[in-house]
């Protein structure tokens, strides 16, 4: 069995692997695609290694095929499903207050854990989210970044009928935008580069490239001189941060995604005088995993668009190299048993 290790201090190092065993309470899931995100390039820096440890199978962003069972699982062999790659300890406060998907303790499969890039992985069955059949296997490693849309959607309180300005038109950024609309928000995008750009607009939406169009007055002229409802701050920019805030209206909403990964200057009296509200967006529920399923299964999740590139489990260091690199793809997946 071949999988993908994260090898500290180096690149991903293919292998063989022992086909795992399923424990009672276990399934092992036939791997099918996985997508490669920004978290994992984070990790591939080397900035998450007190976590990985010296070796990791990495991979969080999965779909794949029930292929044996251990016992007291009510699973069906052969259903496609993905996997909730979060474990809370259950008992420190965060959890107690009912927020284990931001446990103090959390072990996140594929970083503190073992991940997915691996033909066949073993997870307890309580992870597993059902995904329809007539979803094809690749579109179903977008469960995961979809769940991650879901989550930020809901946390900033967007309802039908709001102006939202998605601040980062990569991946996360056009699936936040993909999700606002269906919810009836008109969504405007704000990207720099020239590729996710046409994708964008291909998907309906109306792009600003902020070198071309003063975002805040656009907004102030779309809105009546209200603003935007909520804002998503997705570049992970100093610069995208600035622009989001100027965009919002009196008592608006950011929600904070992207990863910053260190201390940005923020214009807080924007926050005192026009009594703003920043929410940060981590991870998500399980909630939001089953909601992702369904926008899959609806056909709301433009999954053929959003995928750029498919790369077999041997070449899965060529998927990251093009996400490092800055090609011109949106999502790349690793297909591990094709």
Not at 324 to 331: G, I, N, S, T, Y
Request: net charge negative.
């Amino acid at each position: 069995m071949l999988k993908a290790e994260y090898v500290r201090g180096a690149a991903l190092e293919i292998m063989e692997g022992e086909p795992p065993v399923p424990a009672a309470g276990q399934v092992v899931i036939r791997v099918s695609h996985v997508g490669i995100c920004g978290t994992d390039l984070h990790l591939l820096h080397g900035a998450m290694d007190h976590r990985t440890g010296p070796r990791r199978v990495i991979g969080h962003e999965a779909s794949g095929i029930v292929v044996a069972k251990g016992a007291d699982v009510d699973v069906e062999l052969g259903a496609h499903v993905a996997f909730f790659p979060l474990v809370p300890c259950g008992q420190c406060p965060a959890c107690l207050a009912g927020n284990g998907h931001i446990c103090q303790r959390l072990v996140f499969l594929g970083i503190d854990g073992p991940g997915a890039l691996q033909q066949e992985m073993v997870v307890d069955a309580s992870l597993i989210v059902p995904i329809d059949p007539s979803v094809p296997e690749r579109h179903g490693a977008l469960v995961e970044p979809t769940a991650v849309a879901v989550h930020d959607v809901r946390r900033a309180g967007l309802t039908a009928g709001d102006v939202a300005l998605v601040v980062g038109g990569g991946p996360i950024g056009a699936l936040i935008a993909v999700v606002a609309r269906h919810e009836g928000a008109t969504v405007l995008v704000v990207e720099l580069d020239p590729f996710r750009q046409s994708v964008l607009r291909d998907l309906g939406f109306e792009v600003l490239d902020p070198r071309e169009v003063d975002v805040k007055a656009l907004v102030w002229e779309r809105t009546g001189g209200a603003g935007a409802d909520v804002a998503f701050e997705v570049s992970g920019a100093e610069a995208g941060i600035a622009t989001a805030i100027d965009a919002i209206k009196v008592r608006g909403t950011l929600g904070l995604v992207a990863v910053h990964t260190q201390p940005r200057s923020v214009d807080l009296h924007q926050f005192f005088w026009r009594e703003l509200t920043l929410v940060g967006s981590r991870l998500y529920v399980r909630g939001d995993f089953e909601r992702a399923a369904e926008l899959l299964a609806q056909g709301v999740v433009p999954a053929d668009a959003l995928i750029s590139r498919i790369v077999p489990l041997a070449q899965a260091q060529s998927a990251v190299d093009a996400l490092f690199a800055k090609e011109d793809v949106m999502k790349v997946l690793v297909a591990c048993n094709d």
